[in-house]
C-alpha cells in the first residue's frame, strides 16, 4: 500500500493543500508539508528538530525553494501562499507525487523531469533531499534557497533586527548560527557548487490552516542565500540540512537507511495491516537522555503515558518490537510516583513529569495484561513490571493523589469540579467541557480490570496474601447499582453527588471489552448495541450521541469552539479497539463480527489512509457528522497502535476472511 498522486490531483490546490506528507527519524524530529510544499501549518518544516535545549521541536529549516536554469531561463519549482496569492506557482510543474517509502516528487519542465525525494535518517539529526535529472541528455544548473524560521514549532517568526546573518564556509556548503539559543545550521551538498551570500526576508508567508484553526497565520522567512549546483542526468544530488556536519558520503547514508526501511517493510507493505504495523515505528523515539518513548501525534504532541499504554499493544506487541515496547514501559515504569503513570512526560530529562490523570496507571496495567496475552514471558513481567502493578493497586486502595480513593461502595472516584483527570480532558476557560470527576464509568471498569489482574498475577508469583478477590466482587455490585441507566438501557458516563449522568458516551464500552470485564454477560450485548447505534462511524466513535442536546458534529472554529466539541460528538478512532474486542465478547458468530468490522471500517484504508491529511497514517479526529472530515493531528499513535490491534485480532479470528479481503489489494493510485 503506497500512496500516489497524478498531475491532475497535485496541481488541484484545493485537494493538494488539504493531503500531507509526514518524515521522522526516531529522534522526535520531522519533516512535513503539503503534496505542493506550499506549508499551511505552523508546524510544517524541512527540519523540525526536537531538541533539549532549548527544550522542545523547533523549526529549523522551513522549506528550501528550487529553481531549475534552462536555456537562459528560470522555472521556479516553489510553492508559497501570500495574503490573496499563490507565488510561485511550482505545483504546475508537479507531474506526480507518490511514496517510495519516503515522499517524492516528480517535476517536468520540457523534456526536463526532476524527482525530488526527501529522508531523515534514522535517529539522525539531519534531512536529506535528493534531486535526479532526467529527460535530457546535457547537465542542468538547480538553484537552492534555504527559508529559515528558527523558532519554536508552536511559534511564528517575524523579520527582526536580532538574527544573525552571517554565513561562514563549512565543507560543500555553509554555516549560519541565527540566534545563540538556538544550534548552527548546516547546509551542504554532495559535489561541486557556488554560494552567494544574500540575507534577506520573505515576508508574511500565510498558513492557511492555522487561519481556518483561529490562530496567527502569517510569518517571515530568512533568505541566508543562494547556493547553485549543476545536475548531471542520472547522477542524483544530496542535500544535507542538519544542526551538525554532514558525513559524507551522503550517498551511502542515504542508501543505508533505504535498506533499513525496506527490512522494515515499510518500502513493500501490502494489507493495511502491514502498512500500519511499518507505519507505527515512527512513534518510537530516543529522547535526549536516550530514553525510550512515544510520541502521542505528530505534528504537535509530546510523550503522553495515557496514549503510550494505549498505542503500545498495536505498536509493540501485535508488531513484533518487543523490545521497544518494553523499553517504553520500562521508561514509565521507572516514572511511577505515589501509584501514579505520568500523563504528560517532561520535555527535558530531570524536570517533573506532569501527574495529572487518574487512569494512565491503569492503562499501564492493561498494556502488561496484553503484553502477556499476546507476547508471554512471565519472567520479564515478575521481574520489570509486576512490582509497579502492586504499587499501583496499593496506592490506589490507600488513596493518592488528585483526590483518587475509593468510596464507602468500593467504587474508585477521583478529581474536583475544576479538574480533568480523565481522556475526556477538553477545557474552555479553565472550565472543564464534560466534568467526570466523581466515578466515571471507565475509570471503574480499568480499575475493576486492574485489581482482577493483580490477583491473578499474586496468585501466579506466590505472593497469594496480596489478592482481595472481594474487594472486585464489592466494586462490582456497586457498579451494577450505581451505573446501570433503565431509561437508556445502557450504562451511564459518570456518578456524582449521587446522581447519574445518563449521557450515552463510549467510555461505556470499556465494561464490556477489557479482558475481566466488569459488566455481567446478560447487560453486555444491551451497551455493544447501543455504543453500535448510536456512535460508531466509519472511523471510529463518537464521543456523545447525536440525539443528546449537547451534541457537536463539528470540529472546527476557534480553540473555543474547537475545544467545546472535542468530546461532544467528535469521533475519536483509538476506541474501535474497544469496541472490536467488546463485539467479539458479545457476538454469537465470530465471522459474522468479523464482516461487520471490515465493512464498517473499509472507508479508513479505502478512503483516510493514503487519501486525505496524514498521508499514510491515521488522523486523531474526525467530524462526528458525515462525511467525517479528519481533524486534529495528521498522526496519532493511539489512532494507528489500536487499529493495528483491531486488524489483527480480525486476521487470528479469520484468517481467510482477513485473506480474501485484501488478497487483490497492492495499492492505490
Same mark, same amino acid.
Given at each position: 500500500?503506497?500512496?500516489?498522486?497524478?498531475?491532475?490531483?497535485?496541481?488541484?490546490?484545493?485537494?493538494?493543500?488539504?493531503?500531507?506528507?509526514?518524515?521522522?527519524?526516531?529522534?522526535?524530529?520531522?519533516?512535513?508539508?503539503?503534496?505542493?510544499?506550499?506549508?499551511?501549518?505552523?508546524?510544517?518544516?524541512?527540519?523540525?528538530?526536537?531538541?533539549?535545549?532549548?527544550?522542545?521541536?523547533?523549526?529549523?529549516?522551513?522549506?528550501?525553494?528550487?529553481?531549475?536554469?534552462?536555456?537562459?531561463?528560470?522555472?521556479?519549482?516553489?510553492?508559497?501562499?501570500?495574503?490573496?496569492?499563490?507565488?510561485?506557482?511550482?505545483?504546475?510543474?508537479?507531474?506526480?507525487?507518490?511514496?517510495?517509502?519516503?515522499?517524492?516528487?516528480?517535476?517536468?519542465?520540457?523534456?526536463?523531469?526532476?524527482?525530488?525525494?526527501?529522508?531523515?535518517?534514522?535517529?539522525?539529526?539531519?534531512?536529506?533531499?535528493?534531486?535526479?535529472?532526467?529527460?535530457?541528455?546535457?547537465?542542468?544548473?538547480?538553484?537552492?534557497?534555504?527559508?529559515?524560521?528558527?523558532?519554536?514549532?508552536?511559534?511564528?517568526?517575524?523579520?527582526?533586527?536580532?538574527?544573525?546573518?552571517?554565513?561562514?564556509?563549512?565543507?560543500?556548503?555553509?554555516?549560519?548560527?541565527?540566534?545563540?539559543?538556538?544550534?548552527?545550521?548546516?547546509?551542504?551538498?554532495?559535489?561541486?557548487?557556488?554560494?552567494?551570500?544574500?540575507?534577506?526576508?520573505?515576508?508574511?508567508?500565510?498558513?492557511?490552516?492555522?487561519?481556518?484553526?483561529?490562530?496567527?497565520?502569517?510569518?517571515?522567512?530568512?533568505?541566508?542565500?543562494?547556493?547553485?549546483?549543476?545536475?548531471?542526468?542520472?547522477?542524483?544530488?544530496?542535500?544535507?540540512?542538519?544542526?551538525?556536519?554532514?558525513?559524507?558520503?551522503?550517498?551511502?547514508?542515504?542508501?543505508?537507511?533505504?535498506?533499513?526501511?525496506?527490512?522494515? &517493510? @515499510? +518500502? =513493500?507493505?501490502?494489507?493495511?495491516?502491514?502498512?500500519?504495523? /511499518? %507505519?507505527? *515505528? $515512527?512513534?518510537?523515539?530516543?529522547?535526549?537522555?536516550?530514553?525510550?518513548?512515544?510520541?502521542?501525534?505528530?505534528?504537535?504532541?509530546?510523550?503522553?503515558?495515557?496514549?503510550?499504554?494505549?498505542?503500545?499493544?498495536?505498536?509493540?506487541?501485535?508488531? &513484533? @518490537? +518487543? =523490545?521497544?515496547?518494553?523499553?517504553?514501559?520500562?521508561?514509565? /515504569? %521507572?516514572? *511511577? $510516583?505515589?501509584?501514579?503513570?505520568?500523563?504528560?512526560?517532561?520535555?527535558?530529562?530531570?524536570?517533573?513529569?506532569?501527574?495529572?490523570?487518574?487512569?494512565?496507571?491503569?492503562?499501564?496495567?492493561?498494556?502488561?495484561?496484553?503484553?502477556?496475552?499476546?507476547?508471554?514471558?512471565?519472567?520479564?513481567?515478575?521481574?520489570?513490571?509486576?512490582?509497579?502493578?502492586?504499587?499501583?493497586?496499593?496506592?490506589?486502595?490507600?488513596?493518592?493523589?488528585?483526590?483518587?480513593?475509593?468510596?464507602?461502595?468500593?467504587?474508585?472516584?477521583?478529581?474536583?469540579?475544576?479538574?480533568?483527570?480523565?481522556?475526556?480532558?477538553?477545557?474552555?476557560?479553565?472550565?472543564?467541557?464534560?466534568?467526570?470527576?466523581?466515578?466515571?464509568?471507565?475509570?471503574?471498569?480499568?480499575?475493576?480490570?486492574?485489581?482482577?489482574?493483580?490477583?491473578?498475577?499474586?496468585?501466579?508469583?506466590?505472593?497469594?496474601?496480596?489478592?482481595?478477590?472481594?474487594?472486585?466482587?464489592?466494586?462490582?455490585?456497586?457498579?451494577?447499582?450505581?451505573?446501570?441507566?433503565?431509561?437508556?438501557?445502557?450504562?451511564?458516563?459518570?456518578?456524582?453527588?449521587?446522581?447519574?449522568?445518563?449521557?450515552?458516551?463510549?467510555?461505556?464500552?470499556?465494561?464490556?471489552?477489557?479482558?475481566?470485564?466488569?459488566?455481567?454477560?446478560?447487560?453486555?450485548?444491551?451497551?455493544?448495541?447501543?455504543?453500535?447505534?448510536?456512535?460508531?462511524?466509519?472511523?471510529?466513535?463518537?464521543?456523545?450521541?447525536?440525539?443528546?442536546?449537547?451534541?457537536?458534529?463539528?470540529?472546527?472554529?476557534?480553540?473555543?469552539?474547537?475545544?467545546?466539541?472535542?468530546?461532544?460528538?467528535?469521533?475519536?478512532?483509538?476506541?474501535?479497539?474497544?469496541?472490536?474486542?467488546?463485539?467479539?465478547?458479545?457476538?454469537?458468530?465470530?465471522?459474522?463480527?468479523?464482516?461487520?468490522?471490515?465493512?464498517?471500517?473499509?472507508?479508513?484504508?479505502?478512503?483516510?489512509?493514503?487519501?486525505?491529511?496524514?498521508?499514510?497514517?491515521?488522523?486523531?479526529?474526525?467530524?462526528?457528522?458525515?462525511?467525517?472530515?479528519?481533524?486534529?493531528?495528521?498522526?496519532?499513535?493511539?489512532?494507528?497502535?489500536?487499529?493495528?490491534?483491531?486488524?489483527?485480532?480480525?486476521?487470528?479470528?479469520?484468517?481467510?476472511?482477513?485473506?480474501?479481503?485484501?488478497?487483490?489489494?497492492?495499492?492505490?493510485?
Amino acid at each position: 500500500m503506497k500512496w500516489q498522486w497524478d498531475k491532475a490531483e497535485c496541481q488541484n490546490l484545493r485537494t493538494a493543500l488539504r493531503r500531507e506528507w509526514l518524515e521522522t527519524n526516531g529522534l522526535g524530529d520531522y519533516a512535513s508539508s503539503t503534496l505542493v510544499h506550499a506549508h499551511t501549518r505552523r508546524y510544517h518544516g524541512l527540519l523540525v528538530a526536537h531538541l533539549s535545549s532549548p527544550p522542545g521541536r523547533h523549526v529549523l529549516l522551513s522549506s528550501c525553494d528550487e529553481t531549475l536554469l534552462a536555456d537562459g531561463r528560470e522555472f521556479p519549482l516553489a510553492c508559497h501562499k501570500y495574503p490573496g496569492v499563490f507565488f510561485p506557482r511550482g505545483h504546475e510543474y508537479l507531474e506526480r507525487a507518490e511514496d517510495l517509502g519516503w515522499p517524492a516528487f516528480h517535476y517536468r519542465v520540457g523534456d526536463a523531469r526532476l524527482r525530488k525525494e526527501i529522508l531523515l535518517p534514522h535517529r539522525q539529526r539531519r534531512t536529506l533531499i535528493r534531486y535526479t535529472l532526467e529527460g535530457v541528455s546535457r547537465p542542468l544548473r538547480l538553484r537552492l534557497i534555504p527559508l529559515l524560521a528558527f523558532r519554536s514549532f508552536h511559534a511564528l517568526t517575524r523579520a527582526n533586527v536580532d538574527l544573525q546573518v552571517k554565513t561562514f564556509p563549512a565543507p560543500h556548503g555553509f554555516k549560519i548560527q541565527p540566534y545563540n539559543t538556538l544550534p548552527p545550521f548546516f547546509f551542504q551538498v554532495q559535489g561541486r557548487f557556488e554560494f552567494w551570500p544574500a540575507p534577506d526576508w520573505y515576508y508574511n508567508v500565510e498558513y492557511l490552516v492555522e487561519l481556518e484553526r483561529g490562530f496567527p497565520g502569517h510569518e517571515d522567512l530568512f533568505q541566508p542565500g543562494l547556493l547553485e549546483t549543476e545536475l548531471h542526468p542520472g547522477t542524483p544530488l544530496i542535500v544535507s540540512a542538519s544542526i551538525e556536519p554532514a558525513p559524507f558520503p551522503l550517498d551511502a547514508l542515504w542508501e543505508a537507511e533505504a535498506e533499513r526501511r525496506r527490512a522494515l &517493510g @515499510r +518500502v =513493500a507493505a501490502r494489507t493495511p495491516l502491514e502498512h500500519l504495523q /511499518a %507505519e507505527g *515505528e $515512527r512513534f518510537f523515539i530516543r529522547n535526549s537522555a536516550g530514553q525510550s518513548e512515544i510520541v502521542a501525534g505528530f505534528p504537535w504532541f509530546g510523550s503522553w503515558g495515557r496514549d503510550s499504554l494505549i498505542a503500545l499493544p498495536g505498536l509493540a506487541w501485535c508488531s &513484533g @518490537r +518487543v =523490545a521497544e515496547g518494553d523499553a517504553v514501559l520500562s521508561r514509565l /515504569a %521507572e516514572a *511511577e $510516583r505515589n501509584g501514579l503513570i505520568p500523563n504528560c512526560l517532561a520535555e527535558v530529562p530531570g524536570l517533573p513529569h506532569a501527574y495529572n490523570s487518574v487512569d494512565a496507571s491503569l492503562w499501564f496495567v492493561w498494556a502488561v495484561q496484553q503484553r502477556q496475552a499476546i507476547v508471554g514471558d512471565e519472567e520479564t513481567i515478575r521481574e520489570k513490571f509486576w512490582p509497579v502493578i502492586r504499587r499501583i493497586v496499593a496506592a490506589y486502595r490507600a488513596g493518592t493523589e488528585h483526590g483518587i480513593h475509593l468510596d464507602e461502595e468500593g467504587l474508585l472516584v477521583a478529581g474536583h469540579a475544576g479538574s480533568q483527570l480523565t481522556w475526556m480532558d477538553a477545557t474552555v476557560d479553565g472550565v472543564p467541557v464534560t466534568p467526570r470527576h466523581g466515578a466515571a464509568v471507565e475509570i471503574n471498569a480499568l480499575w475493576y480490570n486492574a485489581l482482577r489482574f493483580h490477583d491473578e498475577l499474586a496468585e501466579r508469583f506466590g505472593e497469594r496474601h496480596l489478592a482481595r478477590p472481594e474487594e472486585a466482587e464489592r466494586l462490582r455490585d456497586a457498579f451494577h447499582r450505581r451505573f446501570w441507566c433503565p431509561e437508556t438501557g445502557c450504562l451511564g458516563d459518570t456518578f456524582r453527588d449521587g446522581a447519574l449522568d445518563p449521557a450515552i458516551r463510549p467510555n461505556q464500552i470499556f465494561a464490556v471489552s477489557l479482558p475481566y470485564p466488569i459488566l455481567d454477560s446478560a447487560r453486555q450485548p444491551a451497551v455493544v448495541e447501543t455504543v453500535r447505534a448510536h456512535l460508531l462511524t466509519p472511523f471510529g466513535l463518537r464521543t456523545l450521541s447525536p440525539r443528546h442536546p449537547a451534541y457537536l458534529g463539528r470540529y472546527a472554529g476557534t480553540p473555543r469552539e474547537r475545544d467545546s466539541a472535542y468530546h461532544q460528538g467528535t469521533v475519536w478512532p483509538w476506541l474501535l479497539g474497544a469496541y472490536g474486542d467488546a463485539l467479539f465478547r458479545v457476538a454469537s458468530d465470530p465471522q459474522r463480527a468479523v464482516r461487520h468490522l471490515l465493512d464498517t471500517i473499509e472507508p479508513i484504508w479505502e478512503r483516510h489512509l493514503l487519501g486525505e491529511a496524514g498521508l499514510g497514517s491515521v488522523s486523531e479526529i474526525f467530524d462526528g457528522d458525515p462525511p467525517h472530515p479528519p481533524q486534529g493531528c495528521i498522526a496519532q499513535a493511539w489512532s494507528v497502535g489500536e487499529l493495528i490491534r483491531l486488524l489483527d485480532r480480525i486476521r487470528k479470528t479469520a484468517p481467510a476472511l482477513f485473506a480474501a479481503r485484501f488478497r487483490r489489494r497492492t495499492g492505490r493510485t
